[in-house]
């Protein structure tokens, strides 16, 4: 089962633009941890976030979450080809204190040069 | 030093064959994960293991799948008897315990 659905399924920008992806959860959780993975190629983790924080950067990045809506949104600035991919969101769910984690279906951002 | 890495990258197998899928994590990395994704479709969990111990199975579709993590480091996911449906992308991640999970390039495998 998926407890992730990233929003929108997919996305088409002008690079320089920025690029703002949602996903919502639907169990309580620790951390919700954001991937990309471009075409041909592995998963790579972006961002966590932890269930007590409310925003968090890294370079390029922006990822806030929202526990009381069960929400979280990813922004990419400057967005640049390159950033051309499949992003996911993805929750250890805490019940049961299983590490697994859980993934949604995923979002493709395609930045346009 | 280096990633995860997984083993073969590609495999053809006929329907009822026995296939063995390598995971080898990046040193140290206390859990191992094995997730499958279909095509369009994020990753799904199979199995974890911490150490040697196998903390985890719900995701195992069936009895034909298994895992093992003999010595805490290198594990091997087995598929018995395989079926077209088992055709997937099989991605094996590493972690130190509750931290972000390090995905390998994954093992693309056919069944015909």
């Known amino acids: 089962s998926q407890q992730g659905e990233e929003d929108p399924q997919a996305l088409s920008i002008q690079e320089g633009e920025n690029a703002t992806m949602n996903c919502s959860y639907k169990?309580?959780?620790?951390?919700l941890q954001w991937y990309r993975q471009n075409s041909g190629r592995g998963l790579v983790h972006l961002i966590l976030?932890?269930?007590?924080?409310r925003e968090k950067h890294s370079g390029r990045l922006r990822v806030t979450l929202d526990t009381s809506k069960k929400s979280s949104s990813l922004l990419i600035t400057a967005s640049r080809a390159a950033d051309t991919a499949s992003y996911f969101c993805?929750?250890?769910?805490?019940?049961?204190?299983?590490?697994?984690?859980?993934f949604g279906k995923g979002m493709k951002l395609t930045v346009n040069p | 030093g280096a990633g995860v890495s997984q083993s073969p990258r590609y495999k053809v197998t006929k329907r009822g064959q026995d296939v063995a899928l390598r995971c080898d994590p990046i040193?140290?990395?206390?859990?191992l994960y094995w997730y499958r994704q279909a095509l369009g479709q994020g990753p799904e969990f199979l199995t974890y293991f911490n150490y040697e111990a196998q903390q985890d199975k719900s995701g195992l579709p069936n009895d034909r799948f298994s895992a093992e993590r003999p010595e805490g480091s290198i594990s091997t996911l087995t598929i018995q008897r395989t079926e077209q449906r088992d055709s997937a992308m099989y991605r094996c991640?590493?972690?130190?315990?509750?931290?972000?999970?390090?995905f390998g390039p994954g093992t693309r495998l056919t069944v015909l």
């Open positions: 993805a929750t250890p769910p805490r019940q049961g204190g299983s590490e697994k984690l859980v």
């Open positions: 040193s140290g990395h206390v859990s």
């Open positions: 976030i932890r269930s007590n924080e």
């Open positions: 991640a590493s972690s130190l315990a509750g931290n972000e999970q390090f």
């Open positions: 169990t309580s959780i620790n951390n």
